[in-house]
């Protein structure tokens, strides 16, 4: 399967607790993003990575989020000290230098 | 910036009849592309169709295509003879041409759509 995976695809945790995700895109896409969704929602943008380089962060991203892509080609997410707001579909995709992004099928985040 | 509405929250079809979802969008930005891409139930997000905004012609993939009004800033999906399989989250999302980086990708709210029997 050469598509966009994400791991775990389903995440309980306690409130306080710090988690992380991983997210494997396509192996020639060199850009990669992470976006939020909640229920009903359209996905929010968080993070863009170009290679190794995270380029830009949304707003969304507070100081308890941190992403990082070391060799330019996964990634992880992680949420510290994680809230009932984090709660959400973590969604990675990727693209080539093409336009349209590939997505993965997300990981699901509960916080209790 | 750039925003993307959805106006229609829910839609229903009769399977083998014709849908249509409305997308509207607002950006000063001449070059663009657009996208409606397509969230069945618990499953991940595929790309249904896509359009360059430099293109007059409409993009058509089999049973999908699109009604592209540049100068209105609507992007319209048809789906002729609905299918079960095309129940799902249906979002539009624009993306600039130029310095597309992450916040230049903006998806809409999304029309639930539900084909039935």
């Known amino acids: 399967d050469t598509g966009v995976s994400q791991d775990p695809r389903h995440k309980i945790t306690k409130r306080g607790q710090n988690v992380t995700f991983r997210c494997d895109p396509i192996s020639e896409h060199n850009r990669l993003y992470w976006y939020r969704q909640t229920l009903g929602q359209g996905p929010e943008f968080l993070t863009y990575f170009q290679n190794e380089a995270q380029l830009e962060k949304s707003r969304l991203l507070s100081d308890r989020f941190s992403a990082e892509r070391p060799k330019g080609s996964f990634s992880t997410l992680e949420i510290q000290r994680t809230e009932q707001g984090d709660s959400a579909m973590y969604l990675c995709a990727s693209r080539s230098y093409q336009e349209t992004q590939y997505f993965g099928p997300g990981t699901r985040l509960l916080v209790l | 910036a750039q925003t993307v509405t959805q106006s229609q929250p829910e839609m229903s079809v009769q399977e083998a009849e014709t849908v249509t979802l409305s997308c509207t969008y607002d950006?000063?930005?001449?070059?663009?592309?657009l996208f409606w891409y397509k969230q069945p139930p618990s499953r991940q997000m595929i790309l249904v169709i896509r359009q360059e905004a430099y293109k007059q012609q409409n993009a058509t993939e089999n049973r999908f295509s699109v009604n592209f009004q540049k100068a209105a800033k609507s992007f319209s999906l048809k789906i002729s003879d609905s299918q079960l399989g095309d129940t799902a989250m249906y979002f539009c999302a624009f993306m600039k041409a130029v310095g597309n980086y992450g916040q230049n990708f903006v998806f809409g709210p999304g029309t639930r759509l539900s084909v039935l029997p």
């Open positions: 950006t000063s930005e001449n070059n663009y592309y």
